[in-house]
Structure formats: structure tokens, C-alpha cells
């Protein structure tokens, strides 16, 4: 059963390995169902935007820092 959870997992590891940082933390926040995804620590940004499908990108400069999915269960 875990290795069977580990290969999902593994499956990240192309999408990591591509983001600016070569790093990715997250966290799934159950009752507000949303998944929150940043490329470093602490992540702090100055601006970010509301795309039409619920994600919010969140940006230091012209940098994307991370970014918030919201109604996570539902895709």
C-alpha cells in the first residue's frame, strides 16, 4: 500500500524538477478546500490575479511565487 502512495508521488517529481526554484512546498487546507503552492519559503508576494478558473497566482515582481487553487476537490 505506501509504495503504491510513493508512485503517485513520484510522479511529481518532472514538475518540481521544471519550477524556478527547483522547489515546491504545499498544503490542502480541507474545510476551505484549497490547495495553496509555493516555489520558495517564506513566500511573499507583492501582487497576484484571479485567472477565470479559480487559480489564484501570486507574484513578487515579475516573479511567480506560488499560487492558490481554490475548490481544489473538485478537479
Excluded at 1 to 19: G, N, R
Amino acid at each position: 500500500m505506501a509504495l503504491a502512495t510513493i508512485q503517485e508521488y513520484l510522479k511529481l517529481l518532472p514538475v518540481v524538477k521544471q519550477t524556478p526554484q527547483a522547489s515546491l512546498w504545499s498544503s490542502y487546507d480541507a474545510e476551505a478546500d484549497v490547495l495553496y503552492v509555493n516555489f520558495r519559503k517564506p513566500s511573499f508576494a507583492t501582487d497576484s490575479e484571479l485567472t477565470e478558473d479559480d487559480i489564484i497566482v501570486r507574484y513578487s515582481g515579475e516573479e511567480i511565487v506560488g499560487f492558490t487553487i481554490l475548490h481544489a476537490s473538485q478537479r
